[in-house]
């Protein structure tokens, strides 16, 4: 009798790994997380968790979270118009990773951030305020969690 495996449908995940993470700063969920990375490349976010993590014996409880900045809007262009100047300089480089464009965008983002081991949660920063934070919450947030999505 032969048995064989299915070849697995998505990207390999450490074992032990928390399961994603999605939170707007400022929310209860996002304040729990203990430790906050800010980098500005994505390489320098991964080389952060994967030396943060390497000491710990707890992998499934220890979670290392990503800040993004982010700007949504339905279309790109509407998206850098509420973003504004994103820096007065060439020289300025930013504090941490920004995204501006489409909610699917973000959503796209957020899950490889997570597939590649770059972070185990996502604390999204809105920079045009209460315009991007409404757009997480109804269009980014219940792709990301259906439970999240579901009407009793």
Do not use: C, K
């Not at 495996?5 to 993470?21: E, K, N, V």
């Not at 996002?30 to 943060?52: E, G, H």
């Not at 300089?89 to 504090?95: A, F, G, H």
């Amino acid at each position: 009798m032969t048995i064989e495996f299915a070849a697995p449908t998505s990207a390999t995940i450490s074992i032990g790994r928390p399961r994603l993470q999605v939170a707007i700063a400022g929310d209860d969920v996002a304040q729990s997380f203990p430790i906050v990375v800010r980098r500005s490349t994505l390489r320098d976010a991964q080389r952060a968790r994967s030396l943060l993590r390497s000491g710990t014996h707890d992998q499934a409880n220890f979670v290392v979270a990503l800040e993004v900045e982010a700007a949504i809007a339905p279309h790109p262009a509407s998206a850098r118009a509420a973003a504004g100047d994103p820096a007065a300089s060439e020289d300025d480089v930013p504090e941490t990773i920004r995204y501006i464009g489409t909610p699917r965008g973000l959503v796209t983002l957020i899950r490889d951030i997570y597939i590649a081991e770059i972070a185990d949660a996502v604390i999204i920063v809105p920079i045009d305020g209460s315009a991007t934070e409404s757009r997480v919450r109804e269009q980014v947030l219940p792709l990301l969690d259906p439970a999240r999505g579901r009407v009793a």
